[in-house]
């Protein structure tokens, strides 16, 4: 399946994380909230104007940066069963 990037997602998309680009501290703070490798990520929602997304792991909902969405490199797959 092709990777892509978080932010390039739209709402109620599912995804799964393949890997973090960040610089260490924003790797470890993604980390703390529950982004790991091989984790499934839904899209919930984009705020307009290039506001935050909200994204959900697990039953943890989480509003990100397009910025720091754009660092984390997912693999789209079908939603959860």
């Known amino acids: 399946m092709p990777s892509t990037t978080l932010a390039t997602l739209h709402p109620g998309e599912f995804a799964t994380i393949v890997a973090i680009h960040a610089e260490e501290a924003l790797h470890q703070r993604l980390l703390a ?21 909200q994204v959900r792991i697990g039953t943890t909902d989480i509003l990100l940066r397009r910025s720091e969405a754009a660092k984390i490199t997912v693999c789209q797959g079908a939603a959860r069963t």
């Open 33 to 53: 909230l529950g982004f790991r490798s091989g984790k499934q990520i839904e899209l919930i929602r984009k705020a307009s104007f290039s506001g935050p997304l």
